[in-house]
């Protein structure tokens, strides 16, 4: 089986073309040996780059005749009926900072505050909605260079590990995967069931409060800027493995920097979560030594 995107949506010609942060690797190497020009690799870089974009727009948006920013708003506006749209606009900007605000009134004091600091907080709608759906930087696109390994490798189940919104899980199930999300947030977990149900998509919701993952299940799990927000990432490794097939893989971000606006990121050492994947027979077998930096572990036994 190969998971076809949409109409426009081919990304790497050939099916084993180099993936993105591959491709843009190669193309400044090839300026640092002076093969190709600044302007030329500049302009190659965002073509890729609108590629992507272009992906992970026409997966979520609904209206696609409209801006993101506007659908995004009229998504919150249907969700939180009721609700001027210049507030909810509001809302989106201002969420880092309330979350920023709410951490330090209490909301990482201990493992029942942060696991209510995810649970119950309706600004995370707003910043994930705002930050992920719209792309200001980058980084959201990682979830359509995943879905580009997972068509090479004729993944067919997959999991949102920490899945916020749901976004990328959307992704996933327009381009025919069998979509599974998780997340400790019962606050997004509905609205992202609400947004499946908007478009029609079947998916799978699993509480992580209230139901442990299922058993060898899994061809590829991403956790993408998720490892750095667990109060026990070492034993999330092993849900993970346990969740996935013989031959499955993880894909995610294993690195953070402190970062003053979200001081939510309480894990920046990574050793132990990477030589537990060691210890469990997991190889690593791709590595964005480009754009983000995530990395792909595969379970071997």
């Known amino acids: 089986m190969s998971i076809g995107f949409e109409q426009g949506d081919h990304l790497g010609g050939h099916p084993m073309a180099p993936l993105l942060p591959d491709r843009l690797k190669e193309m400044w190497t090839s300026v640092k040996h002076e093969q190709v020009t600044v302007d030329d690799a500049t302009r190659q870089q965002e073509r890729l780059l609108d590629e992507h974009r272009a992906v992970w727009h026409r997966a979520l948006h609904l209206d696609r005749q409209g801006s993101p920013e506007h659908d995004v708003l009229d998504e919150l506006a249907a969700y939180f009926s009721g609700t001027d749209r210049a507030e909810l606009e509001r809302r989106c900007t201002e969420a880092t900072g309330r979350l920023k605000a709410d951490w330090h009134r209490g909301g990482g004091n201990d493992l029942r505050a942060i696991e209510r600091f995810y649970d119950e907080n309706e600004g995370h709608i707003f910043d994930l909605m705002w930050w992920h759906t719209l792309c200001f930087d980058v980084s959201p696109l990682a979830y359509v260079v995943a879905l580009d390994f997972a068509r090479r490798r004729e993944c067919r189940r997959y999991l949102d590990f920490g899945s916020g919104v749901g976004s ?134």
């Open 168 to 301: 990328g899980a959307i992704l996933f199930a327009r381009h025919g995967l069998t979509a599974s999300l998780a997340d400790i947030s019962s606050t997004l977990l509905r609205f992202a069931r609400w947004r499946f149900a908007r478009r029609g998509l079947p998916a799978t919701f699993i509480d992580l409060k209230t139901s442990k993952l299922p058993d060898e299940t899994y061809d590829l799990i991403t956790a993408m800027d998720v490892f750095e927000h667990l109060t026990d990432p070492v034993a999330t490794v092993d849900q993970l493995s346990a969740s996935l097939k013989s031959g499955g893989y993880v894909f995610g971000r294993f690195a953070a920097e402190p970062d003053d606006e979200r001081p939510q990121h309480i894990v920046l050492d990574f050793e132990p979560t990477l030589a537990r994947f060691a210890a469990l027979g997991f190889v690593e077998v791709w590595r964005d030594e480009w754009l983000w930096g995530h990395r792909v572990f595969q379970k071997t036994r």
